[in-house]
């Protein structure tokens, strides 16, 4: 029965990403603090367990034994899915991402994406799409006007930048000639030089940006920014329904970090003496740190500068490197 | 198996979906139903094979409901129900049950007559975005340039549409003057 | 290959729905709901008592970035494939390409000309 093997393997697969990941985004939260804290000179979390790393289980207590408030005058439905809507589809991004080269345990071979589908990147952008109705519907459901702020500038801000990241990424495919990012990976399997951030600059750095403001990090996190909108669309949410829309955010980091090592950075080839796997996780922290060190360096921006940004800098120039790159190739 | 099984559910909470789009008289119920049937039709693309239209159907649809509930929060209270209005109720019911067996039966008839084939059957090894390319740049070229132009026609009508309110809305500086 | 994704797909979606599940019945281990009427009003800032309507029209830049939306998402939909096959489609499919985005340019620049993205 190959078919109820599929099944079995593709379910404990799709356990062991969802387990890891999540863990990896509640990880994210205690080293972004653990950063930030340093970068201006603090401690940050120490009290709980050594250097505060059990800092992490006492926050995970705490999400779990809140009270599950849902305020008066709310659409209790949307508001209920609204945060299932942004964790799912975020995890749902991660089936189409391929993390490490593939290895034999017990003579089987073992081949780490959920599924290998040959239009794995519009599969992820695809599904990141789709949670930007996280956010909307939060917003429009929770009666309240900071959440219905929230709730448009997220997405006007991820609509604009969904133009972005398409546009850039045309570049790097339209040199590799594929789209499904396993292939993209063997690519660049010929060492630094192969890279596709020498050949396509300028789409990495239209990416990076873009990136940036889909997982609303610092420069552009003006959706949840306290100072003008308390909370954004969170402002009603609260314990778990809360965390949810969190570990999203903190799964979203990830799958970009990953995205931009396969696409830009070799994915998981090896890198002269470190082995793939290793390589990979690397280039991956060092993306989730490079997240916190602009977050300590960065002011954010004014909405009409973001969209002023979007609209009249970012896409024409992604514009112009689908053109050179389309006439250098031919 | 797996394929009737998933077949069989996909259509139930599609047809559902599109039922509370019809029925309900909330907006942000009707519009969140839409939405989400949307995303499952792309579930029938996944199991034909046909993974570049699936992804096609969930990244294009969730923009255009997307558009649909700007369009929404623009110009009533999402919140409220809405009472409708309809004046000629005979007439609507039977045009739409008529027009809906039509429909069935102009999607039957080529069943009935020569069974369906692909144009372009799937081939195995070789990625459907691949054909879909070759096939868009050869045989359907024109409707793909019409296409172009009929975007651009929507963009412009798009901002008609909607110029007389662009120009109206005062600028958070005049409203902080009390200038309008 | 193609149903697998949607196996995996589903399988994430019913684990992410069950989980949280699971944690809202942890939730009772904490503090009970005692129903208080100002706990559950809207968050306005400490004010007791919600002030007009929540839900007011909002502004129309919101649509038309949406409406753009639509339009470029459908573009660069079209440009997946044909980046695909640059190679094999050559200075024919370069220039046929560059017609379509040119239309779409001219559509941006109206869209700049008309304001619609012009924030005060």
């Known amino acids: 029965m190959i078919e109820t093997a599929l099944i079995i393997e593709t379910v404990v697969k799709a356990v062991v ?32 367990g050594p250097y505060g790393l059990l800092q992490l289980a006492a926050d995970g207590i705490k999400l779990f034994t809140k009270e599950d ?44 994406i959920i599924s290998d589908i040959n239009v794995g990147l519009l599969f992820v952008m695809g599904a990141a799409s789709v949670g930007m109705y996280g956010p909307l519907l939060a917003g429009l459901s929770s009666a309240n006007k900071w959440s219905l702020i929230g709730g448009a500038r997220a997405v006007i801000q991820l609509l604009s930048f969904e133009v972005v990241s398409g546009l850039s990424i045309l570049g790097p495919v339209m040199m590799m000639g594929t789209l499904s990012l396993i292939d993209m990976n063997d690519y660049q399997i010929g060492g630094v030089s192969h890279w596709l951030i020498w050949k396509q600059p300028l789409a990495f750095v239209l990416f990076a940006i873009a990136g940036f403001a889909e997982t609303n990090r610092t420069p552009f996190d003006l959706i949840e920014f306290e100072a003008e909108v308390v909370s954004g669309y969170a402002t009603e949410y609260s314990g778990m329904r809360w965390g949810l829309f969190f570990i999203g955010e903190y799964a979203n980091m990830i799958t970009i970090s990953v995205l931009v090592s396969i696409i830009f950075l ?12 290793l390589a990979m996780l690397l280039k991956v922290s060092l993306w989730i740190f490079l997240f916190l060190w602009v977050r300590a360096a960065w002011p954010h921006i004014r909405p009409d ?8 800098v970012l896409m024409p120039l992604s514009l112009i490197n689908v053109l050179i790159t389309g006439i250098v190739l031919v | 198996m797996f394929e009737i099984i998933a077949f069989y559910t996909f259509s139930i909470l599609v047809i559902g979906m599109f039922g509370i789009v019809v029925f309900s008289e909330n907006v942000l119920y009707a519009m969140s139903a839409l939405a989400g049937g949307m995303i499952l039709i792309s579930g029938f693309y996944f199991l034909l094979g046909a993974d570049f239209l699936g992804v096609v159907q969930i990244i294009v649809y969730t923009g255009a409901v997307m558009a649909l509930y700007a369009f929404g929060m623009m110009f009533f209270d999402s919140a409220r ?3 409708e209005n309809i004046k000629f109720k005979k007439i609507i019911y039977t045009l739409s049950i008529l027009s809906a067996i039509f429909v069935i039966f102009i999607l039957m008839a080529p069943i009935y007559s020569t069974r369906v084939e692909a144009l372009y059957p799937t081939i195995h090894g070789v990625g459907n975005v691949q054909m879909i390319g070759l096939i868009l740049f050869t045989k359907y070229l024109i409707p793909f340039e019409v296409a172009a132009i009929m975007l651009l026609a929507a963009m412009i009508a798009g901002i008609v549409l909607v110029k007389v309110k662009i120009e109206e809305t005062p600028s958070n500086i005049e409203v902080a003057r009390g200038e309008k | 290959m193609s149903s697998q994704v949607f196996l995996a797909s589903s399988i994430i979606v019913v684990l992410v729905i069950a989980i949280p599940i699971l944690f809202l019945a942890t939730g009772k281990l904490g503090p009970k709901n005692k129903k208080q009427k100002e706990k559950n009003i809207s968050y306005e800032s400490g004010v007791t008592k919600s002030i007009g309507n929540s839900n007011n029209p909002f502004s129309v830049k919101f649509y038309l970035v ?21 190679r094999e489609l050559g200075w024919f ?24 993205l012009t924030w005060q």
């Open chain 1, 69 to 112: 408030i849902i305020p008066q005058n709310t659409i209790k439905p949307i508001f209920i899915i609204a945060p299932v809507v942004a964790a799912a589809s975020a995890f749902v991004a991660v089936a189409a991402v391929p993390y490490f080269p593939e290895f034999t345990v017990f003579g089987y071979t073992v081949h780490p």
């Open chain 2, 81 to 83: 129900d809405i009472k």
């Open chain 1, 266 to 277: 070799g994915g998981y080839n090896d890198l002269w003496f470190i082995p793939g796997a």
């Open chain 1, 305 to 312: 500068q973001l969209m002023w940004f979007c609209w009249k």
């Open chain 3, 66 to 86: 949406a409406l753009l939306f639509v339009l470029f998402d459908v573009e660069i939909i079209f440009m997946f494939p044909w980046a695909v096959d640059v």
């Open chain 1, 17 to 48: 990403v969802l387990s890891v990941v999540a863990a990896m985004g509640a990880f994210a939260t205690f080293i972004e603090r653990k950063v930030l804290a340093f970068m201006q000179r603090r401690l940050g979390p120490m009290h709980v």
């Open chain 3, 93 to 116: 499919g370069i220039v046929e390409m560059f017609t379509f985005m040119a239309l779409l340019l001219a559509g941006l620049i109206y869209v700049y000309k008309a304001k619609a």
